[in-house]
């Protein structure tokens, strides 16, 4: 299963960015859809996660402000982060659960960078 991540930037206080992850590769099917990441100098932490029955869950710090959305026909994940600080700063990665030949394993995008900054 491949991960291609897009749609970081540089963006200022207060402005909004929409991350995309398309899934591609062999697998018979896809649970879990997330996005985690890492600021520098941190350790990777969890933003916000989907269920296959579009069953969402966030982190405390972005509620209200991220949205989490899935295409399942698409196998893709979408992140819409709204009202952006610098503490967002970070590296976002998309992750998901797939079947691939029978077994469930978790994957890992290559990340793409958010930085807010004015």
């Known amino acids: 299963v491949q991960l291609q991540a897009s749609g970081g930037g540089l963006v200022p206080p207060g402005g909004s960015l929409r991350l995309s992850c398309v899934a591609s590769g062999i697998f018979n099917s896809i649970n879990i859809m997330g996005w985690y990441r890492q600021a520098p100098g941190k350790q990777r932490e969890p933003v916000a996660v989907?269920?296959?029955?579009?069953?969402?869950n966030y982190a405390d710090p972005v509620k209200g402000r991220f949205t989490i959305s899935r295409d399942n026909a698409e196998n893709t994940v979408l992140l819409r982060m709204s009202s952006l600080n610098p503490e967002d700063t970070a590296v976002y990665f998309c992750?998901?659960?797939?079947?691939?030949?029978?077994?469930?394993?978790?994957?890992w995008g290559q990340g793409t960078l958010v930085t807010v900054s004015s």
């Open positions: 989907i269920s296959n029955l579009g069953s969402t």
């Open positions: 992750y998901v659960g797939a079947n691939v030949r029978g077994s469930w394993s978790g994957f």
